[in-house]
């Protein structure tokens, strides 16, 4: 199995302070997650703790342990939403405890979808009272999605109960649906730090995608392209990190003064900063008191923490256990996507008192009281249109097929749909494939900057390969996709052909004085040596140059065509392969056939150049092979020849 395709899990700790999370994953994993002095000192987790765990399958999924203590909330929620299956750790010498339940209120609001109870410190306590404790929780979370969850009784200390849930954690982990390791890169920041020799060194949790050593990334904020020098994921060097695992990025240029918890590194182009999202928001029924208009609050998203002025849309005022679509202006922006989940805390005392979903995270201010607006922000919240945009945006490039597959719906109802997508500009059709006018726009980007930084990189070449250009896309867009994508873009004149080769309109290859001396120094040297040019080797050591510096130089003169290439390493200078051409057309004139020894005489050659210089008149249909000899087939008119 390729590390692609293999299960790439994430498991959250969540419960009260003191409750034994971080001695469970000592159990777990054999790490200690407490790193800071003030941690070991005081015996609590401050901050975010990490560590690799091997589960009995032999999948290594990545744990996060996120303190209890409700000083450190805002530690909590940095490393909490990116988790596939949370870890409820109740002590069962004290029960549900105060961030017991802010706790499972926030795994709720960030809609995580699996979980396990564990009973901690079972070892201290009767079996009695241990049942009387479990009806307790189960009371507590009767109405969560962890109502169903499995129990785990277990002791840290005497490893009672640890191997019972391992398996458990094994057979949920196989119920989950893996992160997408083809999408583009999205990783929100968790920690940031400086190595000395290195530069600055980010830590996080990859949503989506994957991200290769060489790969140059965003980070949003600042909105800064840079370059990944290496990957680690769980201390190990890797040349590639995927969707679900845990990863350090040394990031090269980047100074660690423009970066910070919260900001996201992701695929070039794709993810944008906001300051201004439409939002529903979800006020807790135990919310200490309403909301009103332009109200403040801490607003949490992925591993960005800010403070939002809530603007009511419908209302004056949204009540605990209320909901509304609402928007919220932010202090300084941050990166979120559609159907993102966030947290919100009152602003002073700082408590827990909602969340939600994003609806659309880059609106224009709306006026308040519209009904039409509010119908509008309705139809996208909850829309098959507004569905199946999202999903073109998270999956895309996707077939028809796919999306039947991810949406449900049958294939006319998503054509349809797909038209008036269409026709609204939200979507582009590709080929046989799908994608949002964003990513268009983007990988339009790309291709412009892809060939731009090959110009820079290799200055006497005509322009880039088609086969280099391809690849700086996703390898999930089809060939016919990508020649669309191209024909657009050259019909637009954001780029130009140059025969085999793609450049920017306004790029023509040229020599520096030295390179230009060096260039003259060739082609005079296949010009003196006519139809007795030797092979590429050869003619190099003549010279008196370096082979592999050579190329470079082969490259620009058989671009410009002042040099024709036979093969490989057969080249003739432009006047004497015309010269051949003119030739080999004369003798057709009066004779129908023509073998190599006769082409051989007349041209004053030897008989490998020659071979190799009716075989490309055999590959240009100019003449074709019978037997040992050769007729004319497609042969181009005289003139067109001497107006070459």
Known sequence: MNEASKRHIIIGTAGHVDHGKTALIRALTGKDTDRLKEEKARGISIDLGFAPFRLPDGTVAGVVDVPGHERFINNMLTGIGGIDLVLLVVDVMEGVMPQTHEHLQILELLNIQRGIVVLTKCDLAEQDWIDLVEEEIREEVAETFLKDAPFCRVSSITGKGIPELLETIRKSVQTLTPKDADGPLRLPVDRDFSVSGFGTVITGTILSGRVREGDLVEVLPPGKQVRVREIQVFGKKETEGFAGQRAALNLVGLDRDLIRRGSVVGTPGIF?????????????????????????????????????????????????????????????????????????????????????????????????????????????????????????????????????????????????????????????????????????????????????????????????????????????????????????????????????????????????????????????????????????????????????????????????????????????????????????????????????????????????????????????????????????????????????
């Open 272 to 644: 944008e900063q906001t300051s201004r999202m439409d939002i529903r928001l979800n006020l807790l029924p135990d919310a200490p008191r309403p909301l009103k208009f332009r109200d403040p609050v801490h607003f949490h998203l992925g591993t960005a923490r800010v403070v939002g002025v809530v603007a009511l849309l419908d209302r004056d005022r949204l009540d605990p256990g209320e909901s509304a679509i609402v928007q919220i202006h932010l202090d300084r922006p941050l990166v979120a996507h559609r159907q993102d989940c966030f947290i919100i805390r009152s602003y002073s005392p700082v408590t827990t008192i909602g969340g939600g979903i994003v609806i659309d995270p880059n609106p224009v201010k709306h006026r308040r009281f519209r009904q039409e607006i509010m119908e509008t922000l309705a139809e996208l919240e909850s829309g098959e249109i507004s569905f199946l945009l999202q999903k073109i945006s998270e999956t895309g490039p996707v077939r028809l097929r796919e999306l039947e597959s991810i949406t449900g719906m049958g294939s006319e109802r998503i054509a349809g749909h797909l038209e008036s997508l269409l026709s609204e500009k939200k979507t582009v059709s590709l080929g046989d494939q799908w994608i949002t006018i964003e990513i268009f726009r983007a990988w339009r980007k790309v291709l412009t900057e892809r060939t731009s930084k090959f110009h820079e990189e290799n200055p006497l070449l005509p322009g880039i390969p088609r086969a280099t250009l391809q690849s700086a896309l996703p390898k999930k867009l089809s060939p016919k996709a990508f020649d669309q994508l191209l024909n657009d873009a050259l019909a637009e004149g954001v780029l130009a052909r140059r025969e085999e080769w793609l450049h920017l309109p306004d790029f023509s290859p040229t020599p520096a004085p030295a390179q230009a001396r060096e260039i003259e120094r060739i082609e005079n040297t296949y010009r003196k040596a006519g139809p007795q040019a030797k092979n590429k080797r050869e003619m190099v050591d003549q010279i008196g140059m370096d082979l592999e510096k050579s190329e470079i130089y082969f490259g620009y003169l058989f671009a410009s065509g002042r040099l024709v290439r036979l093969t490989e390493e057969t080249f003739f200078h432009g006047e004497t392969y015309f010269r051949a051409l003119e030739l080999l057309q004369e003798h057709f004139t009066t004779h129908e056939t023509l073998t190599l020894a006769d082409f051989r005489d007349k041209l004053g050659s030897s008989r490998k150049q020659v071979q190799a210089l009716l075989e490309h008149f055999d590959g240009l249909k100019y003449t074709m092979r019978r037997g040992d000899e050769r007729v004319a087939w497609k042969m181009p008119e005289k003139n067109e020849t001497n107006n070459r």
